[in-house]
């Protein structure tokens, strides 16, 4: 059974940054494609960055390009999601998910419904 925890959240001023960090159990992390997603109140959960399971294809949302930053160490078995000039808007329950895969997939998926399994959310909030 794979175990994701996410941890690193908190409340920071506009313009600061956060590293939010997934661990994951269970299983090498090169099994699983993984995504971060958000979900702030009244919304609809949102992908923000994906990664392949080999970690050589990424994606980013828009809203996040040029801050948002999607990492991983396999030898932690850790995903992490480094945010920098954050906003106001980027308040919201932050989410790793990952979607189980062949080790030749070499894709991502923004989907929230293809993935398999999900942390518990990390709470981010940014001040004006």
């Known amino acids: 059974q794979v175990r994701l925890v996410e941890s690193g959240g908190g409340l920071v001023q506009a313009g600061a940054s956060l590293r939010l960090s997934c661990a994951v159990s269970?299983?090498?992390?090169?099994?699983?494609?993984m995504g971060w997603f958000r979900q702030a109140p009244g919304k609809e959960r949102e992908i923000i960055t994906a990664?392949?399971?080999?970690?050589?294809?990424?994606y980013y949302a828009d809203s996040v390009k040029g801050r948002f930053a999607i990492s991983r160490d396999t030898a932690k078995n850790t995903l992490y999601l480094q945010m920098n000039s954050l906003k106001p808007e980027d308040t919201a329950v932050y989410f790793c998910?990952?979607?189980?895969?062949?080790?030749?997939?070499?894709?991502?998926?923004?989907?929230?419904?293809?993935?398999?399994?999900w942390g518990q959310g990390t709470q981010v909030t940014v001040s004006s």
């Open positions: 990664i392949s399971n080999s970690g050589g294809t990424i």
């Open positions: 998910a990952a979607k189980a895969v062949p080790l030749r997939s070499g894709s991502y998926w923004r989907e929230a419904r293809e993935y398999n399994y």
């Open positions: 269970g299983r090498t992390i090169s099994s699983y494609a």
